[in-house]
């Protein structure tokens, strides 16, 4: 039997390797004594020069002591040739390095694997808190999490039987083990740092939300009392769309859809994080969306919400109908509100676009009135989707909820 080990002696880390059998030991000294290497683990490429002492005999009865490791400053510079990597490697001195550290599964080389992936030198650290590195480091956390990634005996047994399935079921009965992979992923457990959504982010996003709806709040209780220009209202509602829809990064204001007869503004042309447009239009809180009577046993829309809707749906009918020349014209809009280095490769593209209307109160309805409400809204949904300024507020309420 052999055995590999790791320990520290003096200014230096060892790697022991303990072995019984006379054949082995006789094999082994037969190499060094041709400068060759052996090869242990898939890990290692140990020669004679490696060997602790090497003026003493190459072993210490059935063990062999090879310097893995050599202390330099507050770390251990490991063999690049014994480690056969390209990158040096160093370990802060106060972690306590064991083999597992070097070898994975089915003597699958970690560093040698880290080392085809990085382009500089690893420096290992335990505790990166109050230091001043002047070079790149890898917290011991990370690294531990990063060996517990490696693949294991089952997952590498499932992943060649799922890349065999993947071939062979284009001409043969298999025994799915694609899906058997997959179901083994699933299942899996996940070593990715959920510290992502911490208290810190979660309190700022509180407060992010909590600001808004003050401020939605104090704006609708205040009007019409407040001087609002519609040219101040819809600039306030615009800031508060782009938080409570995040996808959207670009945005014109009064973008002119082009027409035969006539060109026509919309208030907002947003522009998501692909180039794809929606288009926004906002009225001021105090029009009607539903009337006061009831029209053949139900509630119907007023004729300003009506209005909108067909205004909004004539909008979107020239966009799709202009095509390549309404997006190049779009995107000469574009320019004039952004620097051209802002914008870099970002294009607006008209495919399939959805308008939103945003006016009215919901909470003037009655219970009656918002059913039917909602009746008209659906009626729209796959084009328009109609927001009252009620419906901002319980969004924003509902966020600030998630947060708390």
């Known amino acids: 039997m052999s055995n590999i080990e790791i320990e520290i002696l003096d200014k230096y880390i060892l790697l022991s390797y303990e072995v019984e059998e006379e054949d082995i030991r006789k094999y082994i000294d037969k190499k060094f004594e041709q400068n060759e290497s052996i090869n242990l683990r898939n890990t290692f490429y140990l020669k004679k020069e490696n060997i602790y002492n090497s003026s003493e005999s190459f072993t210490n009865e059935y063990s062999y002591r090879f310097i893995l490791a050599t202390k330099n400053k507050n770390f251990y510079e490991f063999d690049k ?5 390209e990158n040096s490697l160093y370990i802060e001195e106060n972690i306590n390095i064991t083999r597992k550290m070097f070898v994975a599964y089915r003597n699958i080389s970690i560093f040698k694997k880290i080392d085809k992936v990085s382009k500089e030198d690893i420096y290992i650290v335990k505790n990166i808190t109050n230091k001043d590195f002047q070079f790149p480091i890898f917290p ?23 890349r065999i399935d993947g ?14 992979y997959e179901k ?17 982010t979660k309190e700022y996003e509180k407060l992010k939300y909590e600001m808004i709806l003050n401020k939605l709040i104090t704006m609708l209780k205040d009007y019409p009392q407040k001087a609002y220009t519609e040219e101040q209202w819809k600039k306030e509602i615009l800031e508060i769309i782009l938080l409570l829809f995040p996808k959207y990064t670009h945005y ?8 035969d007869k006539k060109d026509k503004k919309v208030d907002f042309i947003l522009g998501d994080i692909n180039g794809n447009i929606d288009i926004l239009e906002v009225k001021r809180p105090n029009g009607q969306i539903m009337r006061e009577s009831i029209y053949r046993g139900s509630f119907t829309a007023t004729k300003s919400l009506i209005d909108t809707v067909m205004q909004v749906e004539k909008y979107l009918y020239l966009l799709n109908k202009g095509g390549k020349n309404a997006e190049t014209k779009l995107n000469d809009q574009l320019k004039k509100v952004y620097k051209k280095e802002k914008l870099e490769d970002y294009r607006l593209k008209i495919i399939n676009p959805r308008g939103f209307i945003i006016m009215g109160l919901g909470n003037r309805l009655s219970l009656d009135q918002k059913k039917d409400y909602e009746i008209v809204r659906r009626q729209f949904k796959n084009i328009v989707d109609i927001l009252t300024y009620d ?12 947060w708390s």
Do not use: C, Q
């Open 81 to 85: 040739k014994i480690l056969s990597i």
């Open 140 to 162: 011991l956390k990370e690294f531990k999490k990063l060996i517990k990634n490696f693949p294991n005996t089952t997952e590498i047994d499932k992943y060649t039987s799922y």
């Open 167 to 180: 071939i062979l079921s284009k001409y043969l009965l298999t025994d799915d083990s694609i899906g058997k």
């Open 184 to 200: 083994y992923l699933n299942k899996k457990p996940s070593y990715v740092d959920a510290k992502l959504i911490n208290n810190k």
């Open 252 to 259: 014109i204001k009064e973008g002119v859809v082009h027409n």
């Open 391 to 402: 419906d901002l507020i319980d969004r924003l309420k509902n966020l600030v909820t998630r």
